[in-house]
């Protein structure tokens, strides 16, 4: 009798080492916050940086395609690379739609921000070293110099908002959504910005990322219109959060069902 009430403590401990085993850990804080939010930084200075290199030394005569393939290819990369740990937004609006479709802890929201704005400031004062000066002055920078008058405006703002739509639908539905999300992810995502700036940059000049325009206009302080590429590219990821939340995304993020 005594033998068998010592064994049932040793049965309890061995069971609770099991389950504790069983137990997946939780990430450590650094992983939790400080990678993440590294990532973005890092992913947005490389790839703010090639856009921004793109756009100085443009000498060819190849019009929009060399900054479409660079944008494009460096966004698809970064993605690739980086995504695994951070989510791979590098892009104020995309974080937002994100967040807004539940792919994000609010907690994170605006530490993913400032990590990407920090990181367009590297990334265009990185360009700004390495650029020919007289380049560099003439293309402002990289900066997003496409307005010319207030008649623009209403054109440009139109133009931000579809092509940013396009831009960040095709992260939420390629990268988060369960039931369309695909491997092909970040190539889908680099490719879609290539076709957006084909199409639309003679237009507005293709921003849809607000960290694009930010580093650039603070580095070579060229600040006109600049709130348009902030309102624009916003305003789509409201509309693709309210789009995904209820109607196409599936049962994880869709408010309709629950």
């Known amino acids: 009798m005594a033998t068998a009430e010592r064994s049932q403590p040793r049965e309890k401990e061995v069971m609770m080492d099991i389950d504790s085993r069983s137990q997946p850990s939780q990430p450590h804080w650094f992983e939790r ?81 400032v990590s990407q704005l920090c990181g367009g400031v590297i990334g265009a004062g990185l360009a700004k070293v390495v650029a020919v000066s007289e380049r560099y002055m003439n293309t402002s920078g990289g900066a997003f110099s496409s307005i010319a008058a207030d008649e623009q405006i209403p054109s440009v703002i139109t133009g931000e908002i579809v092509m940013t739509t396009f831009l960040v639908l095709a992260v939420c539905m390629g990268a988060i959504n369960e039931k369309t999300k695909t491997p092909l992810a970040p190539f889908c995502i680099g490719f879609t910005v290539t076709v957006d700036i084909l199409a639309g940059g003679g237009v507005s000049g293709a921003c849809m990322n607000p960290a694009r325009a930010f580093g650039p206009a603070l580095v070579a302080n060229y600040w006109d219109y600049h709130w348009v590429y902030w309102a624009g590219p916003m305003t789509a990821a409201l509309l693709v959060g309210v789009l995904v939340r209820f109607l196409i995304g599936d049962k994880t993020v869709r408010l309709l069902l629950k």
């Open 33 to 113: 916050y400080v990678q993440p939010c590294t990532a973005e930084l890092l992913g947005s200075a490389l790839f703010i940086f090639i856009g921004c290199l793109s756009v100085v030394e443009d000498t060819g005569g190849t019009g929009r395609l060399q900054p479409a393939l660079a944008h494009g290819l460096a966004l698809g990369l970064s993605i690739a690379i980086l995504g695994g740990i951070s989510g791979g937004h590098f892009n104020p609006a995309v974080s937002l739609a994100v967040w807004l479709i539940g792919g994000l802890n609010i907690t994170m929201l605006i530490p993913y921000w």
